[in-house]
């Protein structure tokens, strides 16, 4: 199974802390960097999207940034799918196998693996860090306590 080495996690997470610190790039230009970062440190991570809470509409999540292919998953209830489920538990979701699950929202046929980490800000669920692999089983602990720890990180922003 691939996973990633402590210098590489440090490596990620220390850029991500520097991403979230600069003062001269704006709230959407960090969060598209965090993608792109996250998607070419890691070989097994296609899709990286964040997914926000709509402050104008009811318990419903608005794509942010993203890197990957384009998804007909522009907005997404609360409930619904992967990332739906997510923003009601506020819990970090696993998904090892997508055909193996009933209430997923498939963006691309190649997609086999999924991970959705919520993002909180002082305890309020305000986003979700969501990650497509094209390889089944391949999401490892040590990813998900990385992304968990980004995921903290960049509730900074918000
Ligand atoms: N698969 C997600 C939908 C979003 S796409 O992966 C970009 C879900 O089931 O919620």
Redesign the pocket.
Known sequence: MSSITIPQKRKILDRINQIVEDSEQGFEDKLQDICELLEEEIEIFD?V?FYLVDPRADRELVLGPYVGEP?D?TR?PFG?????QTAETNETFVVQDVNQEDN????SIH?KA?IVVPVKKEGEFVAEL?I?SHTKDSLTDEHRTMLEKACESLANLF
Request: with cysteine; aromatic share 12%; glycine share 16%.
């Open positions: 899709w999207g998804t998953h997404i619904k799918g992967i990332c739906g997923y929202l498939a963006c997609v999924e969501d497509d």
